[in-house]
């Protein structure tokens, strides 16, 4: 059986569509078609009901889901297994947004090495979908993401409450006069929240959707925008940069997802590294809002209510 025809029949049905999945896949149209249709015919029988609205699993195909998914598992296990590095007897694979890797991820690493010496580690970077369909397919064990998709076969768990707070490349900086302002798209949740609280901020002419990667733009200008005050605390620190002060801050859980599959000895030992290296950084963001507060003339607000709950 050919692993890319199932990763791409899996592709379809997640999306419900040839088009989103050849997005996904960075592959044509006509490509996915081609894959679904081997794959039928190998089968002998549809795997999808095609309309204009999208592809509809037939029954056939949701019997066959849950055996694609098997065959990838086994096929990734026995890949990863294979390719572990004389000395090593077990392998975890970590995948994260950018902005999670910095004072998370990259600590959760040491962690790890640390309390499994024999442990050989892969670490992977991108986005929520592309670091879906790696956990999906069985090539990543576990992934840290801000807005996660909830799928058979992963679980979700919040790690930690992360903050978006507001700072500026330049002291003394207020809300109610920012002309270098820079919106930071963090997801649906956010944009809505913002929307309510700073309308006025809604359109600044300038939207960046690459994360914590922004505060890089915004140091090296005089500019301002939102970012998790777990990850500016290095550059309030350096004086790079500053809060601003009176300006809402906005909940913005951390979630880390697991495959069932993952073995319990390993996946003890990952969540409890995992908790400590949450708790300094969770320490970390709250050091950031002590100093909001201080500066703030009333206590700054969480827009958010709850926070951000997972996709399902």
Known sequence: MDITLL?????????????????????????????IQRLEDA???????????GAE??????????????????????????AIPEGFTRSLTIGAQYSLWPRLGFRWIDGLQRAAPDLNIRAELGMP???????IEGIMQVGLLY??????GLI??????????????????????LDNYVFVDWGPEF???????????TNPGLTFSLGAMVAEYVINRKAAAYLPARYVKKYIDTGQLHLVRDAPRFPYPVWAVWREDLDPALAQIAKAELAKVAGAA????DAVLTQLRQISDARSVDVLGEGVQAET
Do not use: C
Request: hydrophobic letters at 45%; charged letters at 25%; proline letters at 3%.
């Open 7 to 35: 990763k791409t029949f899996l592709e379809v049905a997640a999306t419900g569509s040839f088009v989103s999945a050849s997005e996904r896949l960075y592959v044509t149209q006509s490509a996915v078609s081609l894959r």
């Open 43 to 53: 089968l002998g029988k549809p795997m999808f009901t095609r309309s204009k609205a």
């Open 57 to 82: 699993l037939t029954n056939a195909g949701r019997e066959f889901e849950k055996y694609a998914l098997s065959i990838i598992r086994v096929w990734e296990e026995a890949r990863q297994q294979v």
């Open 129 to 135: 979908d592309r670091l879906t369909r790696l956990l």
């Open 147 to 152: 807005m996660p998709q909830l799928r058979p």
């Open 156 to 177: 979700v768990e919040e790690v930690m409450e992360e903050e978006l707070v507001l700072v500026a490349s330049w002291a003394d900086a207020h809300i109610e006069n």
């Open 191 to 201: 944009v809505g929240a913002h929307a309510l609280a700073l309308p006025e901020l």
């Open 282 to 285: 969770e320490a970390d963001g």
